[in-house]
């Protein structure tokens, strides 16, 4: 008898989650070629960096707090699970930006940080005006730039639009996103808009001006709000997925961390997925865990995968307060502030990278005379606040956000969030170093799937998951080892 066919999914963050949605089904649900499905999660948690907490009178996310709305990937995964009552869009725009000790209001139309017209930059006080000479030159006589292959986000900004713009008003943005440094980061697989602006070569503001539509002003409207959550948080999405994906058999277990993927063509199943006392047999297995764990899991089988285990990631500390309206004052309008790295405070440097108004985001966690509000700590190259106790980041955030805010009292509460290697850096080449592990992987019923190959963010590692489960429920009969 032929047994049924047995998919193990390992990693039980949103995209392993997202994986285990699609094999059972997705919105249609199991049928009689359903297969097993098991999903192995080595923490204790499902979700990853998808969690919740109650915090002084409400729920909130202790990781991402809201989704690109613009993606398809997290809306319709939201609607399949039937919470569409529960989605909540963004209710403020704008953001200011910290530049030589004052804060200035963002400029309209940058595209990830990129101003995408010279004259957008005169009202943004704060830089040189040696600085928007090359936002000028870049509009009327582009510099030339031979782009053939991948290359860092920062070179193709240094040379278009020079240092200045590039490490205070574009870093702060594109880097921050990422908590990782423009000089590394690859502009073919973050920033693919400003990679083909550059090859096509040209003015780069007015590619991106035209690619992303970026200033078209009426964008919003047309397109609806850019970021959504869940009025329950972020994290509610996995709960319900969690309990769904029980309801319709699929096994989820925590605390078992996957050691080994054996070949095992002559028993039942071609492999074996084991833990420290398991061995599950499967016909295909999804990999969404980080690259490094994927890397070690499958080197045996082609050697070339090593490489995977060379994908770095950046950790990152949140730190939330609740404030008295009475003694705090925030700027007059936008969602937040950027603070380029390497700003001089006292005697350091900030560990702030970027300060986010949670309550004016979304008006469900607002509450009368008091402010909600979420610092982020930490880059690629910044483990400062590793060192400190909860309690001295607390007080060390507070202290700066003291310096960039007008007015900051004692905080009436607060509550430190850590997330180590949470931002997976994609360096210059990532898009090759995916596509030859994937191709080393074709020949096997074995997939990638993650926020460490199609894409830092919700949507994206939801789409990666589930792009996986298609392609196993459509090649897993032919797939086995050799
Ligand atoms: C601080 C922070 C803020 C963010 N903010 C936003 C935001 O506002 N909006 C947004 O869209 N995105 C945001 N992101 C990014 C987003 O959270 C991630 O891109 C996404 O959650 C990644 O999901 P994933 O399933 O690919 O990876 P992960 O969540 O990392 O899941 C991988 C899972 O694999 C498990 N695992 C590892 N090794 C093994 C093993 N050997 N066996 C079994 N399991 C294993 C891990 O425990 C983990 O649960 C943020 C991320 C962080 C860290």
């Not at 920033?191 to 009426?218: E, V, Y």
């Amino acid at each position: 008898m032929t047994p049924r066919t047995s998919v193990v999914v390992v990693g039980g963050g949103i995209a392993g989650l997202a994986a285990a949605w699609e094999l059972s089904g997705a919105a249609q649900g199991p049928t009689a070629s359903t297969p097993r499905i098991e999903l192995i999660e080595s923490s204790g948690h499902f979700g990853g960096a998808l969690r919740r907490a109650e915090f002084a009178g409400r729920t909130i996310d202790l990781g991402p707090d809201g989704f690109l709305a613009r993606r398809p990937e997290a809306l319709t995964l939201a609607r399949e699970l039937g919470l569409d009552e529960e989605l909540v869009p963004i209710c403020a725009s704008g953001a200011s930006i910290w530049l030589k000790g004052a804060l200035q209001e963002l400029p309209g139309g940058l595209a990830l940080g990129v101003p995408t017209s010279a004259k957008s930059l005169k009202s943004l006080k704060g830089l040189t005006w040696s600085s928007r000479w090359p936002a000028w030159r870049d509009e009327h006589a582009p510099r030339t730039m031979k782009v053939t292959e991948d290359v860092s986000i920062g070179s193709i900004l240094r040379r278009k639009l020079g240092s200045e713009l590039t490490y205070e008003l574009i870093e702060p943005m594109v880097g921050g996103i990422q908590a990782g440094r423009v000089d590394e980061l690859s502009a073919e697989a973050v920033f693919p808009a400003l990679f083909a602006a550059a090859q096509r070569g040209g003015s780069l503001m007015k590619a991106l001006r035209a690619d992303t539509g970026a200033g078209a002003g009426a964008a919003e409207r047309v397109l609806g709000p850019l970021f959504m959550t869940l009025r329950g948080g972020v994290a509610s999405l996995v709960e319900e997925l969690v309990r769904q994906l029980r309801e319709r058999g699929v096994v989820l277990r925590q605390n078992a961390s996957v050691s080994a993927i054996r070949p095992t063509p002559s028993n039942l199943y071609p492999w074996e997925v084991d833990t420290d006392d398991t061995a599950t047999g499967a016909s295909a297995v999804i990999l969404a865990t980080p690259a490094p764990t994927a890397g070690r899991l499958t080197s045996t089988l082609d050697g070339s995968l090593t490489d995977l285990t060379s994908v770095n990631s950046a950790g990152a500390a949140m730190v939330t307060f609740v404030f008295d309206a009475r003694d705090t004052t925030l700027p007059p309008t936008g969602t937040g502030v950027l603070i380029p790295l390497a700003t001089a405070w006292n005697d350091d440097v900030m560990m702030t990278t970027a300060v986010t108004f949670l309550d004016r985001k979304w008006e469900h966690l607002r509450r009368e005379g008091e402010v909600l509000v979420r610092a982020h700590v930490g880059r690629i190259d910044d483990r400062r606040s590793e060192a400190l106790s909860d309690e001295a980041l607390v007080a060390r955030v507070r202290d700066e956000l003291a310096t960039v805010l007008a007015r900051v009292g004692a905080p009436l509460a607060s509550r430190v969030q850590r997330w180590p290697e949470g931002l997976p850096q994609y360096y210059v080449g990532h898009v090759q170093l995916v596509a030859r592990a994937r191709q080393a992987l074709a020949p096997y019923a074995i997939r990638l799937a993650g926020s460490a190959y199609d894409g830092v963010g919700i949507p994206a590692s939801i789409g990666s998951g589930r792009r996986a489960a298609r392609e196993i429920l459509t090649q897993v009969d032919v797939a086995t080892p050799t």
